[in-house]
């Protein structure tokens, strides 16, 4: 845990000297030299911020042909999120539910562009519901409902649902001011992605806190407002609707788990706009 907290803080520290180098660049990069002037082609740029989830009721199956033989499915699961809110200052700006984007818009107008979109959310099922039972566990055959209890079944992705994905971006302007420093504008994106989790599971009484792993893929799309702020600066806020499908959860020993659920999501970030730029004669 310790090395993972270390790798997360030279991650961000790592980001934040790369925009401050190129943001030094880019200014050094502009030149009064007589014929030429400087064309923006398109802008890069990185946001990071947090989120607050909620999902859908899932169906989870579990499965094991080993020495632990079980086949079940348990129905309409309860789930929440863990947002961590109060470790953002205290211990590890990674430890809450975080969100990063990396993304380009083409052109000078900043209206088309892609995305590379990640949301470290969390997805705890509740413990001690009552959900019904199918299936067959240990050689027996079960149709009922069922206390979830600890003792029996513990289903965490809390190192991460994890949802990776690559987005397509539209953005329309509302309002500007002449000199550009502030823009309000509104941004639409969509695409598809794969989701990442590192899965904590207790079942019959047997723990394991899995490792990182491709499980399955999700489609989504979010709307929000963004308000970009003295040419370099913005701040976003946006709603996103997603569908997720884990279809190779790992679990205890050799057990699989898949589930399926949407997942609503309320996100704000800060971010860093970098544009690029080229020179071009003046009289051309």
């Known amino acids: 845990m310790n090395r993972r907290k270390g790798m997360n803080k030279i991650f961000l520290l790592g980001i934040i000297t790369l925009f401050l180098i190129s943001n030094a660049k880019a200014q050094e990069s502009v030149c ?49 999120d863990r947002t961590g809110f109060r470790d953002i200052l205290r211990t590890d700006l990674t ?18 562009g892609i995305e590379i979109n990640f949301d470290h959310s ?69 695409g598809p992605g794969v989701v990442i989790p590192k899965t904590d599971v207790s079942l019959f009484g047997v723990r394991l806190d899995n490792r990182f792993h491709i499980a399955g893929y999700i489609v989504g799309a979010d709307i929000g407002i963004r308000y970009d702020f003295f040419n370099y600066w913005f701040f976003e806020s946006s709603v996103k609707g997603s569908f ?11 057990g699989k788990a898949n589930h399926h659920f949407y997942t609503f ?20």
């Open 32 to 80: 009064d030299c007589p014929g030429q002037k400087n064309i923006a082609t398109g802008t890069f740029y990185f946001a990071w911020g947090y989120n607050k989830d909620y999902y859908s009721k899932s169906d989870i199956y579990f499965s094991n042909s080993g020495s632990d033989n079980y086949d079940f499915t348990l129905h309409d699961l309860k789930a929440k």
């Open 95 to 112: 430890i809450p539910q975080y969100v990063y984007r990396i993304g380009y818009y083409f052109n000078n107008k900043k209206n088309i």
């Open 122 to 190: 969390k997805y705890v099922m509740i413990n001690n519901q009552t959900a019904y039972l199918t299936g067959q566990i240990h050689g027996t055959r079960y149709a009922m409902d069922t206390l979830v209890s600890p003792s029996f079944l513990k289903f965490e992705h809390t190192n991460g649902a994890n949802f990776l994905m690559f987005n397509a971006i539209k953005r329309q302007t509302l309002l500007k001011t002449k000199n550009k420093k502030h823009w309000l504008s509104a941004v639409v994106k969509a």
């Open 244 to 254: 997720a499908n884990y279809t190779n959860v790992l679990t205890v020993g050799t």
């Open 265 to 284: 999501q309320a996100i704000a970030s800060l971010g860093f706009s970098l544009p690029v730029k080229h020179k071009k004669n003046a009289d051309k």
